[in-house]
């Protein structure tokens, strides 16, 4: 599968951006998809993650209640509508798929990425 990951940009802190992965391959309903993030100096960190049916989501502790997963398996696209965004966001977030069952939280659980798209937040 190809990940092509959109919709990044620059926000002021407390505004809200959607970002989008476009799957291509196999539909995204054969995959648990997540969304990770790297800030600049440190390692890529997990965000958000959703099962094959969209029915399961997990998030990191840093973006519950502000962010949110969702996914279209008839279009094969992965969305995280971020709100209340802080400074400390700023990052590139990517978009990554699972082959295998189980909402997990490593890099290394990932088998496919996409590119990143990069999201300021100025305070």
């Known amino acids: 599968v190809q990940l092509q990951a959109s919709g990044g940009g620059l926000v002021q802190a407390g505004g809200s951006l959607r970002l989008s992965c476009a799957a291509s391959g196999r539909t995204s309903n054969s995959y648990v998809m997540g969304w990770f993030r790297q800030a600049p100096g440190k390692e890529r960190e997990f965000v958000a993650a959703?099962?094959?049916?969209?029915?399961?989501?997990h998030y990191a502790d840093s973006v519950k209640g502000r962010f949110t997963i969702s996914k279209d398996n008839a279009k094969s696209t992965l969305d995280l509508q971020m709100n209340s965004l802080k400074p400390e966001d700023t990052a590139v977030y990517y978009c990554?798929?699972?082959?295998?069952?189980?909402?997990?939280?490593?890099?290394?659980?990932?088998?496919?990425w996409g590119q990143g798209t990069l999201v300021t937040v100025s305070s």
């Open positions: 990554a798929a699972r082959v295998s069952l189980g909402v997990y939280r490593g890099t290394d659980d990932y088998n496919y």
């Open positions: 959703i099962s094959r049916s969209g029915v399961v989501t």
